[in-house]
C-alpha cells in the first residue's frame, strides 16, 4: 500500500489498467454511517476504511470521508472508496461484508470468467447468505429447534463437500 502512497494520479491509473488486463475490478464503493456524534461517525467510517483495506484480494483501498452533517441531533457522513480488487470474487465478498449503499464498476469494460470461475462466484454468493440465515436462525432458536437446526447444517456442509469430491473425480 505504500508503494501506492507515493504514486501520481496518472502512475495510479496505469497500474491500475494494468491490473484490469490481468483479471483485477476497479470500483467505487459507497457507504453512509449513522450515530450520535461528529466524532462517532467520523471514526466508524476510519476504521471501517481501514479494515476494508486488509481484507483478502483487495490490492488498493482509499477513501475520501465527507464532513458528517448534523439534523435533529443525529450525526450522519457518506464515504466514497476506490477499490482495487485481484477479481471479482474479492469485489462481491467485500460487498456481501460491508454491505455498500451503492457500488460503481470502473474498469475493466468488460469482465469475462470461466467457467470455474462463475461457479466459485456463485458458491460465494451461496455460502455468504448461508451464514447470514444461520447467524438470524441461531439468534433465534432455542433448545432442541437449535440442536436440530445445527444437525441439519452439519449434514448439509458434508454432503456439499461429498458433492464437489465426486465432481473432481469424474471431471
Same mark, same amino acid.
Given at each position: 500500500m505504500e508503494k501506492f502512497e507515493k504514486a *501520481?494520479?496518472?502512475?495510479?491509473?496505469?497500474?491500475? %489498467?494494468?491490473?484490469?488486463?490481468?483479471?483485477?475490478?476497479? &470500483?467505487?464503493?459507497?457507504?453512509?454511517?449513522?450515530? &450520535? &456524534?461528529? %466524532?462517532?461517525? *467520523?471514526?466508524? /467510517?476510519v476504521d471501517f476504511i481501514g479494515r476494508m483495506t486488509n481484507e483478502r484480494g483487495i490490492l488498493y483501498c482509499k477513501g475520501e470521508i465527507e464532513p458528517p452533517l448534523e439534523k435533529e441531533g443525529k450525526w450522519s457522513t457518506i464515504a466514497e472508496v476506490k477499490v482495487l480488487s485481484n477479481n471479482l470474487s474479492a469485489l462481491l465478498n467485500l460487498a456481501f461484508k460491508y454491505?455498500?449503499?451503492?457500488?460503481? /464498476?470502473?474498469?475493466?469494460?468488460?469482465?469475462?470468467?470461466?467457467?470455474?470461475?462463475?461457479? &466459485?462466484?456463485?458458491? %460465494?454468493?451461496?455460502?455468504?447468505?448461508?451464514?447470514?440465515?444461520?447467524?438470524?436462525?441461531?439468534?433465534? /432458536?432455542?433448545g432442541d429447534d437449535l440442536k436440530r437446526f445445527?444437525?441439519?447444517?452439519?449434514?448439509?456442509?458434508?454432503?456439499?463437500r461429498e458433492i464437489l469430491e465426486k465432481a473432481k473425480r469424474e471431471g
Amino acid at each position: 500500500m505504500e508503494k501506492f502512497e507515493k504514486a *501520481s494520479a496518472q502512475d495510479l491509473e496505469r497500474l491500475f %489498467d494494468e491490473a484490469c488486463r490481468k483479471g483485477a475490478v476497479l &470500483s467505487l464503493f459507497h457507504f453512509d454511517a449513522h450515530g &450520535s &456524534s461528529e %466524532d462517532e461517525v *467520523s471514526g466508524v /467510517m476510519v476504521d471501517f476504511i481501514g479494515r476494508m483495506t486488509n481484507e483478502r484480494g483487495i490490492l488498493y483501498c482509499k477513501g475520501e470521508i465527507e464532513p458528517p452533517l448534523e439534523k435533529e441531533g443525529k450525526w450522519s457522513t457518506i464515504a466514497e472508496v476506490k477499490v482495487l480488487s485481484n477479481n471479482l470474487s474479492a469485489l462481491l465478498n467485500l460487498a456481501f461484508k460491508y454491505s455498500p449503499i451503492a457500488v460503481e /464498476m470502473l474498469k475493466p469494460n468488460e469482465i469475462r470468467l470461466t467457467l470455474e470461475e462463475a461457479q &466459485s462466484l456463485v458458491l %460465494d454468493a451461496s455460502g455468504t447468505a448461508q451464514e447470514y440465515a444461520q447467524y438470524v436462525l441461531e439468534k433465534t /432458536m432455542t433448545g432442541d429447534d437449535l440442536k436440530r437446526f445445527r444437525e441439519r447444517m452439519k449434514w448439509r456442509a458434508e454432503r456439499g463437500r461429498e458433492i464437489l469430491e465426486k465432481a473432481k473425480r469424474e471431471g
